[in-house]
Structure formats: C-alpha cells, structure tokens
C-alpha cells in the first residue's frame, strides 16, 4: 500500500477534530461574549436606575424599599465593574473601561446628595461611557444574537431614564422633550423585537407581556405633575415590572446561542 493511502484516513480524522475544536471555540467565544454584552448591558441599566433611586429618596418615595435597592445597586454596579475589567487587556476596551471607572467615581458620592442637576448630567455621561462599551462587545459578537441581547437589555435603561426623568420633572426641571424621546426609543425598539424572526413562543410571550406593562407604564408616565405620593408611588413600582420583564427576555435571547 502506498505510504501517502495510510496517512490519508489520519489527515481526515485530524481534519474533522480541528474543525470540531474550531466550532466548540467559536461556540464559547460566542457565549462569552454575549455574557460580557449582557453585564455591559446591566451596567448600562444601572447608570440610570441609582439615579432614579436618588430622587426618589429626595422625594420620599417608598424610603426603606427605595434604601434597600440603591445599596444593593451600588454592590451590583461595583461587581460588574470589576468583572469587565479585565477586559482591559483588549485594545478597544481599555480607555472605554478607564472612562466608565472615572465617571462612576464621580456619580457615586453624589447618589446620597441627591441634587437633581448633577444626578442627571453625571448619569447621562456615565451611560454614554457604558453605551462605548456595549457597541464594541456588540459588534465583537458579529451575530444577530449580539443585536437582540443588546436592544433587549437598553429597553431595561430606557424603563429606568424615563422614570428618572419624570422625577426631575416634578423637582421641576423641564424634561418633557427628553421623555417623550426616550419613550419613543422604547416603543421604536420594543416593536422590533416583536418582529424578530428569532422569537420562540415563550419569548413572543414574554413580550405580550411587556406590552401589558408597558401600558401601565405610558399611562403612568403622562401623569403631570403631581403632589399625590401614590402616583409616584406608581411610576417607581412599574419602571421595575418592566425592567424585570425586559431582563427575562434578554435571558431567553441568550438561551437561543
């Protein structure tokens, strides 16, 4: 037998081995970096919602449940900070990473002042700074899988700068273009996942039932000011229904890849 016919059925099997060790990579690598995109996302959410939480201690709202949630805010925050950074070792992340630590620095400390003026803009630049940062894990992902995790996990941010910003609006500050574009991005974005060609029947359920909450949350929002506590009440409780219901979602995306 020719010696090149007993080396041809080894070349074979070591070509389906790496090929198999290839696809397992790109699978984890694929995994991975949907987790990273996930935790980026949560950030991003968090960058409003401790925000949020500081007006409502300001104005009182649910104060023992609203403590309750700012601290374990903060410990979530300082968790997943930690975690993405070690992903400074990759080029495009590192001044992304070094300006999202310098703005959370600088957010932090004002969370217990609560003065409306400098929560807002030090939230604002930090969720820009983490939205640096999702793009490239996004784009680094290269899937649609990237895509839906992503749009899924900022519907959670959006529930939580819309009650931000109807907050300042009734420390009177004029937020009313702000609002209604943010609420347009969500709509925008909530139909979009709706049409996604990806959706099981659980997730086209679980959206059904973001709808429902975002009903609730329209109506509670276009409320103008107000002194009934109940009301806020209200808008405080259900930006948090819909971010639960968006974060359900965004593990439904993640379980498709």
Known sequence: MPRLALYRPFSLLMALVLTIVASVHAEATLQAGTSDLNKAGQLRMLSQRVAKLALQQRLNILPDRTRQEMAQSISQFDSLLADLNRLNTLPRLVRPLAGVSRRWSELKPQLGLADPDTLHVFSEDLTLAISQITNI???????????????AQR?????QRMAKLYLLNQL???TSVDLQITRSEFLTALNELNG?????????GQLELAKGQWFFYEKAIAVPRSTDLSRLENVATTSERISQVMLEIVGDYRKLY
């Not at 996604?196 to 086209?204: G, H, P």
């Open 137 to 151: 894990l996004e784009d680094e992902t290269g899937t649609q899988s990237g895509r839906l995790v992503d749009l």
């Open 155 to 159: 519907q959670t941010m959006l529930s």
């Open 172 to 174: 009177g500050r004029n």
């Open 196 to 204: 996604a060609q990806q959706n099981t029947q659980r997730i086209r």
